[in-house]
C-alpha cells in the first residue's frame, strides 16, 4: 500500500507523519485491498480555530474511490475524524455485497 501525504504550505513534520502512517494502518486491516492513499494537509485561516483540514483519498480495486474532509483544531483531529469516514465509507460498500 502506497501512502502519499502532502502538506499545502507548511512542512509536515516527522511526528505527524508517523502519526499518520498508524492511522492509515488501521485502514489497510480492515481492507487489506487498498492500494493507495492520498493525504493533504491544509491549514486554511492561520489566524482562527477550526482551521486545520484533512482530505483523504482511498483507492481501491473494483470499489468506488472513498474521498473524507474534516476540519478540526489539530491536524490529528482532522485526520482521525476522516479515517472513521472512510472507515463508515468502506463497512457501508461491504455491508451492499
Do not use: C, W
Amino acid at each position: 500500500m502506497e501512502v502519499r501525504i502532502q502538506g499545502i504550505h507548511f512542512d509536515v513534520t516527522q511526528k505527524l507523519i508517523d502519526f499518520i502512517n498508524k492511522k492509515v494502518d488501521r485502514l489497510a486491516r480492515r481492507n487489506v485491498n487498498i492500494n493507495y492513499v492520498d493525504v493533504n494537509l491544509t491549514v486554511l485561516k492561520p489566524e482562527t480555530a477550526m482551521n486545520k483540514q484533512a482530505v483523504l483519498k482511498v483507492i481501491a480495486p473494483h470499489q468506488p474511490e472513498m474521498v473524507a474532509k474534516k476540519i478540526a483544531d489539530t491536524f490529528e483531529e482532522a485526520v482521525d475524524n476522516a479515517i472513521d469516514a472512510i472507515e463508515s465509507q468502506l463497512d457501508k460498500d461491504k455491508a451492499k455485497k
